[in-house]
């Protein structure tokens, strides 16, 4: 089982297992069924290495911010990041709602409060789980499906240890703005319900990289 320091470490480490390993899969390079672990997810900014990933902290909690209102209309991250990026456009409806907002899809239900509240109240709970992703309501996907099936809690020797469960996970965008989200989330959870942070274990049935995300193919970059 792989483990990681760092997000970071997460993806320099990943991002050349896809380039080497990934299989061609609908204009990606694809790995399928990846898990690992994140020892300390308070450690989420992602850092420029080999790979030059360029990636904004700044956009990243902002997307927070906007998830914590838990209206998911891109109007609302608009006013807070100062624009609506691309990628958020094209997945709104006409009238700007989607589907991916992960702080509204935990506060549906009240999903996030009963979890907190099972975790304050038992340790021992196997159902401190939140439904993101749900194959009964796929007839509303029509612009945007949610990227993420399920997120799950686990206290052990009183740290709170979280698992996030992937249907697909680009890495370059998904994973950098994701892992960012559900950190904040574990720690958010476990500051409420009264635990330390424990570990961030995040799995993806399909993790990959566009292909214009990969790197020009040569010996020396194989090897690395």
């Given at each position: 089982?792989?483990?990681?320091?760092?997000?970071?470490?997460?993806?320099?480490?990943?991002?050349?297992?896809?380039?080497?390993?990934?299989?061609?899969?609908?204009?990606?390079?694809?790995?399928?069924?990846?898990?690992?672990?994140?020892?300390?997810?308070?450690?989420?900014?992602?850092?420029?290495?080999?790979?030059?990933?360029?990636?904004?902290?700044?956009?990243?909690?902002?997307?927070?911010?906007?998830?914590?209102?838990?209206?998911?209309?891109?109007?609302?991250?608009?006013?807070?990041y100062g624009k609506i990026p691309?990628?958020?456009?094209?997945?709104?409806?006409?009238?700007?709602?989607?589907?991916?907002?992960?702080?509204?899809?935990?506060?549906?239900?009240?999903?996030?409060?009963?979890?907190?509240?099972?975790?304050?109240?038992?340790?021992?709970?196997?159902?401190?789980?939140?439904?993101?992703?749900?194959?009964?309501?796929?007839?509303?996907?029509?612009?945007?499906?949610?990227?993420?099936?399920?997120?799950?809690?686990?206290?052990?020797?009183?740290?709170?240890?979280?698992?996030?469960?992937?249907?697909?996970?680009?890495?370059?965008?998904?994973?950098?703005?994701?892992?960012?989200?559900?950190?904040?989330?574990?720690?958010?959870?476990?500051?409420?319900?009264?635990?330390?942070?424990?570990?961030?274990?995040?799995?993806?049935?399909?993790?990959?990289?566009?292909?214009?995300?990969?790197?020009?193919?040569?010996?020396?970059?194989?090897?690395?």
């Amino acid at each position: 089982m792989h483990s990681f320091k760092t997000a970071s470490d997460a993806f320099h480490d990943l991002y050349w297992r896809i380039v080497r390993d990934g299989v061609d899969f609908a204009g990606t390079k694809a790995l399928f069924n990846v898990g690992f672990y994140i020892e300390n997810p308070a450690l989420n900014n992602i850092e420029d290495g080999k790979v030059k990933r360029n990636w904004s902290i700044e956009y990243a909690e902002a997307e927070w911010q906007w998830y914590l209102v838990g209206l998911p209309n891109i109007k609302m991250l608009g006013e807070i990041y100062g624009k609506i990026p691309e990628i958020w456009k094209r997945m709104a409806n006409d009238e700007g709602y989607v589907n991916s907002n992960y702080g509204y899809q935990w506060q549906r239900n009240d999903q996030l409060d009963k979890v907190i509240t099972m975790l304050r109240d038992n340790p021992d709970t196997r159902q401190a789980a939140i439904s993101i992703y749900d194959g009964k309501e796929i007839n509303e996907y029509e612009y945007d499906t949610p990227c993420t099936y399920a997120v799950q809690f686990t206290v052990l020797n009183n740290k709170l240890n979280m698992s996030v469960v992937m249907r697909s996970n680009d890495l370059w965008y998904g994973f950098c703005n994701d892992q960012y989200q559900f950190s904040k989330l574990q720690l958010l959870v476990a500051q409420k319900a009264g635990y330390d942070v424990g570990t961030y274990y995040h799995f993806a049935h399909n993790l990959h990289l566009y292909d214009n995300k990969l790197p020009v193919m040569n010996e020396r970059q194989y090897h690395i």
